[in-house]
């Protein structure tokens, strides 16, 4: 047979080949193109089928600690592995946080608010110079300006933060941006407001100064002051979860434009039609991820578990029930079996007791009456010969006696 022939028409396979030592001296970035370039032609004119590509890791590498670098590096290289690094960074948005502290903040803004109006209308009432209070008045109308600015903001941050688990995991990027920015506005109003606050109190200060005898100014810039120090500390609780949240969605971009590349650069390597089909299966299941809302897998997988932990725990509880029933059951039978079983063996040697009495009145009455028939039969064998002897008078005696004889075989009794 044709060598050429017997070739192309056999599996080939090349069983040891260091091509990849060329392969990764070069820039990651090279490696596909530079195998699709030059080894790919290679294998391919050489009618080579399967080529096993030995790995070889030196002594150092064996460590524990350097193999679990080397096993997160090449894990962090691949589409599952920048999805788990997705996974891992949604989790790590806690916009539940953000909603519970502008919750918070929004009570305590809305007191501030309620001061400054309750303050205003007293200023109103006062015996003092309308043009003494202008200035302080204008700040009052500037801060619940300002207050009404922040509450708006926290409101459109809050709201936004509630729709965070309906965004696609590739649209974060778009929803990361919008949330940064709202964000942004709200850090910024809070402070202004707190500030406003801060002018309203000194300005009430000075006012208070040219009239001391109105004390109330005093109490009221105690009040303002007070209001000042909760709306700062509120607003404080809120740019760190706001500063949280926008960090982790930075991460959580970051792993999720990485994911992107590595699954739409899958197709850019050429391999044989099976690994086609094992990869585009892959690329298939990423991109279901990214077009998953990113906690619907994780809430889903979560509440299956629960109901599996459920389902556990109450057949475990049943199961316990059920033979703690099944125990007390038989304690409180026991007793009662125990006593049956004592009325039962009594009953029964007292059934064989009568049974044995029985048996022997009925033997003796069996003997009785066989030995009666016995002899009946006998009295009337004497009549019979009695009768032949033509002596009628003995042989109707023999015959008296053997009917008596008969109704004592006989009886009932």
């Known amino acids: ?157 809050s709201s936004q933060a509630s729709t965070f688990p309906q965004v696609l995991v590739s649209g974060i ?43 109330s100014l005093v109490q009221w810039q105690a009040t303002i002051g007070s209001a000042g120090n909760s709306v700062s500390t509120g607003s404080a609780s809120v740019n760190s979860s706001l500063q949280a949240a926008t960090g982790a969605l930075s991460t959580a971009n970051t792993d999720v434009s990485a994911l992107t590349a590595k699954v739409q650069g899958v197709s850019a390597v050429e391999v044989s039609p099976a690994l086609v089909q094992d990869v585009s299966s892959v690329n298939l299941a990423e991109n279901q991820f990214l077009s998953a809302t990113p906690l619907a897998t994780l809430q889903s997988a979560l509440a299956s578990l629960q109901s599996t ?20 059951q038989f304690g409180s039978a026991s007793p009662a079996i125990s006593t049956q079983d004592g009325s039962l063996k009594t009953q029964a040697q007292s059934t064989l007791t009568a049974m044995s009495s029985a048996s022997s009145v009925l033997t003796g009455d069996l003997s009785a009456r066989t030995q009666a028939l016995a002899s009946a039969q006998s009295l009337v064998a004497q009549a019979t010969t009695a009768f032949g002897a033509q002596n009628v008078p003995q042989g109707a005696s023999l015959l008296l006696q053997a009917s008596s004889e008969f109704s004592l075989a006989y009886s009932k009794g």
């Open 1 to 157: 047979m044709d060598a050429d022939l017997l070739h192309r028409s056999s599996v080939v396979a090349d069983t040891h080949n260091d091509l990849l030592m060329t392969v990764v001296i070069r820039p990651v970035k090279r490696w596909a193109a530079y195998f699709r370039e030059h080894w790919l032609p290679q294998l391919r004119a050489g009618g080579v089928d399967v080529q096993v590509l030995p790995v070889y890791v030196d002594g150092p590498a064996l460590d524990p600690e350097r193999r679990e670098h080397a096993a997160q590096a090449v894990a962090s290289r691949t589409p599952a592995g920048s999805a788990s690094a997705v996974a891992s960074a949604v989790i790590a948005v806690s916009m539940g946080t953000v909603t519970s502290s502008i919750s918070s903040q929004q009570a305590t803004v809305a007191t501030a608010q309620s001061d400054l109006t309750s303050l205003s209308q007293l200023l109103t009432t006062l015996l003092i110079p309308a043009s003494a209070l202008t200035g302080l008045q204008a700040d009052i109308t500037a801060s619940q300006s300002a207050g009404s600015a922040y509450s708006t903001a926290m409101s459109g941050t």
């Open 173 to 215: 990027s778009t929803y990361s941006a919008s949330f940064n920015s709202g964000s942004a506005t709200t850090q910024t109003d809070g402070s202004a407001f707190v500030s406003s606050l801060t002018t309203v109190q000194n300005q009430l200060g000075v006012v208070a100064a040219l009239f001391p005898l109105i004390t």
């Open 309 to 328: 932990s459920q389902l556990a725990s109450s057949f475990e509880a049943s199961s316990q029930s059920l033979l703690q029933q099944s125990i007390s």
